[in-house]
């Protein structure tokens, strides 16, 4: 059985016992949330949704301690690789198989964080379950089709407002991909990005057949 542990802002870790560990946008150093210390994490394979700095994060100096392989657009593998880092590169709508089962790039409404690229989402298939990871993404009516192309076990929800969806978008969103579980994230790292996850629970399961884990930075859910 996989778990995820929340790592604050937007940074997760997917792993099953002896397999391979997944990162998403891991933003330690500087993270006021953070609940572990950068020489702490180990990584088979870094996915990086964009390259602003809360995102891309400490992922070289990961990818370069573990020998990681980076996952992204082509922009981010190729600025990996010039940096003599591991990287497979993809683009919207790819999807490439890999040990642990697959990563596909989806959508994400939102910027890059580098020069001619594109910001993105993942739907990963791990071991056979499925995750959703948006990114930094505003809502778009195009999340009905990642819910329909792919039976998610679990969708992973930025929250916070100003800088991507907020409480109610992020709700909608909840409801086109139906995802089994939602886990909300990119809420409460600074002030500007304050909101109650409390409410958001109460909300798609009030709103949506899905149910709502909220975990605290350092917390562990098993799916």
């Not at 998403?24 to 088979?44: C, E």
């Not at 591991?86 to 040990?99: C, E, I, T, Y």
């Not at 409404?109 to 990963?124: D, E, Q």
Request: glycine residues 12%; charged residues 20%.
């Amino acid at each position: 059985m996989p778990d995820i542990t929340f790592f604050g802002h937007a940074g997760f870790r997917m792993r099953e016992g002896g397999k391979e560990t997944l990162l998403f946008d891991p933003f330690i150093t500087n993270n006021p949330l953070a609940p572990i210390k950068l020489g702490q994490i180990n990584a088979d394979y870094i996915l990086i949704s964009h390259g602003h700095f809360d995102h891309l994060g400490d992922a070289y100096e990961i990818a370069k301690k573990c020998d990681a392989t980076i996952i992204s657009t082509a922009e981010i593998a190729g600025q990996a690789g010039e940096k003599g880092l591991n990287s497979h590169a993809q683009h919207l709508g790819g999807r490439h198989k890999f040990p642990f089962g697959s990563v596909k790039l989806t959508l994400a409404f939102h910027g890059a964080g580098i020069p001619g690229g594109h910001a993105c989402g993942f739907v990963v298939e791990y071991y056979g379950k499925k995750i959703y990871f948006a990114g930094d993404t505003a809502l778009f009516g195009d999340m009905k089709l990642i819910g329909e192309l792919d039976k998610l076990d679990l969708a992973l929800l930025p929250i916070g407002d100003n800088f991507t969806m907020g409480i109610d978008d992020a709700v909608i969103a909840a409801s086109f991909l139906k995802a089994d579980k939602i886990i909300p994230y990119h809420y409460n790292t600074w002030p500007l990005i304050e909101v109650d996850p409390v409410e958001f629970k109460e909300k798609v399961e009030a709103k949506t057949e899905s149910s709502c884990v909220i975990l605290l930075p350092g917390e562990t859910y098993k799916f």
